[in-house]
C-alpha cells in the first residue's frame, strides 16, 4: 500500500510538496483551513491530487504516515494538537524536498536581513557558473523544484518556522545573522525558545561543514555557549578581533580564510549601510568557502540589485529621498533601515 502523506497549508510551499510527494509515488491528501489560490488548485487538479480547503477533514488527516505542515501554521491550531495526540511524525518542505537531493546546501536565518543574503548568496554562485538554485522562504517552492529539476548547489532562505519542523536535515554552509525579539507569539514570549529555533540550522552538520555568525549580535553570542555545534564557526564583525574572518577596517571590507586574503572598498559595496556590510560579509565568506574566485565575489558584491521593496530608492522630492522599505516586518529591521 502507498504511504499516506498529508499536507496542512495549499500555498506555494503545501503546493510544492505534494507534487513533489505526488510524483514519488505517494497517497497525497492537502488539507487548508482557508481558501486555496486558484493558481495552486490548478496545479494541484494537474497531478491529480486530493484537496480540501475551508476545512480540516480529521477522518482524512489523521490517517496519514507523515504531515508535511505548511510554516504558517501554529502548534496551537485543533488540527496540530490532534496530529501531536496521535504522534504522528511532523516535517517541512524543506525536510520533505531534502529526501530526493543530494545536492550542497547553504542556508541562511536571522530575524532581518535573510532575504537579502540570501539572493546575494545565489548571484555571487550563480555568477560563478555552479549549478544553483534558490528557495526555501524566498520565490519558487523548493519541493517543487526538487521534483523537476537537478542542481549542484541550493542556497536556501530558513525561517525560524520552516527550521521547527526539521529532522535530519544538514546544512553544510550554515549562516545566522542576528536574532532579535520577532514571531515571540510562536515561541510562548520567550526570546530563547525562538533563539533555539534559530540554532537548529546547525542541526547535523558535522565537522568539516561551516558555521558562519554575527559575532556582534549580543543574543547569537549569548546563546551560542548553549549549543553543542561541530562545524567549524566562522565569526564576522564591523571590527578587526582574533578569530573573526570577515570585518570592516580602514574603509575595506576584509574575508580572511586559511590566510588568503580578500577585500574590496565598502563604498564599491551595492548593498550600502551597517546592516548590509553583515549581509556582504556572510555572502563573502560562503562565497570564498566554495573557492569562487575573488573577481567573482568583487564584482558580483558592486553589481547586486537588492529583492524589491527593501530600502529601494524612490526617487527625490524638493530634496528629499524617498526610500520604499515595506517589507521591514519588525522594529529591528526599521531601526537598521533609518
Given amino acids: 500500500m502507498n504511504k499516506r502523506i498529508v499536507i496542512l497549508g495549499g500555498g506555494e510551499s503545501g503546493t510544492g510538496a505534494a507534487v513533489l510527494a505526488r510524483r514519488k509515488g505517494y497517497d497525497v491528501f492537502v488539507s487548508d483551513y482557508g481558501k486555496i489560490k486558484e493558481q495552486y488548485k490548478t496545479i494541484l487538479d494537474e497531478h491529480k491530487i486530493d484537496f480540501e480547503e475551508g476545512a480540516h477533514t480529521f477522518e482524512k488527516i489523521l490517517n496519514a504516515n507523515e504531515v508535511i505542515k505548511s510554516p504558517g501554521i501554529p502548534e496551537k491550531t485543533e488540527v496540530m494538537k490532534k496530529i501531536r495526540e496521535k504522534q504522528l511524525p511532523v516535517i517541512s518542505e524543506i525536510e520533505f524536498g531534502a529526501r530526493y537531493t543530494d545536492s550542497k546546501f547553504i542556508c ?33 517552492s523548493f519541493a517543487m523544484q526538487v ?16 527550521l521547527d519542523d526539521m529532522n535530519t536535515f544538514r546544512a ?22 525562538y533563539a533555539n529555533s534559530k540554532f537548529r540550522i ?3 552538520q558535522v565537522p568539516e561543514d561551516a558555521f558562519i555568525y554575527c559575532d556582534d ?18 565569526p564576522f564583525a564591523l571590527n578587526p578581533a582574533p578569530g573573526r574572518v570577515a570585518f570592516i577596517e580602514q574603509q575595506q571590507l576584509n574575508i580572511n580564510l ?35 574566485r575573488k573577481e567573482v565575489i568583487r564584482e558580483c558584491l558592486s553589481d547586486f540589485q537588492n529583492v524589491e521593496h527593501r530600502l529601494e530608492t524612490v526617487g527625490i522630492v524638493h530634496g528629499i529621498e524617498f526610500i520604499n522599505d515595506s517589507k521591514a516586518t519588525n522594529v529591528n529591521s526599521t531601526w537598521y533601515a533609518l
Avoid: C
Avoid at 532581518?112 to 528557495?135: E, S
Avoid at 550554515?174 to 510562536?186: E, K
Fill in 108 to 140: 541562511i536565518t536571522g530575524s532581518n536581513g535573510k532575504t537579502t543574503t540570501t539572493l546575494l548568496t545565489y548571484h555571487i554562485l550563480k555568477n560563478a557558473g555552479l549549478n544553483v538554485a534558490v528557495g526555501g522562504n524566498v520565490g519558487k
Fill in 172 to 193: 553544510h554552509i550554515a549562516i545566522l545573522l542576528n536574532i532579535t525579539p520577532d514571531h515571540l507569539d510562536r515561541y510562548e514570549y520567550k526570546i530563547e525558545n
Fill in 147 to 162: 521534483a523537476y529539476n537537478n542542481y549542484d548547489y541550493w542556497v536556501l532562505e530558513l525561517s525560524s518556522f520552516q
Fill in 258 to 292: 586559511n590566510n588568503n586574503q580578500f577585500s574590496m572598498y565598502i563604498h564599491d559595496l551595492a548593498l550600502q549601510g551597517k546592516h548590509n556590510a553583515y549581509n556582504s560579509m556572510a555572502a563573502g565568506i560562503a562565497a570564498r568557502l566554495l573557492d569562487i
Fill in 202 to 204: 546547525t542541526n547535523n
Fill in 217 to 234: 549580535d549580543p543574543i547569537t553570542i549569548q546563546e551560542l555557549s548553549k549549543h553543542n555545534i561541530l562545524a567549524k564557526k566562522y
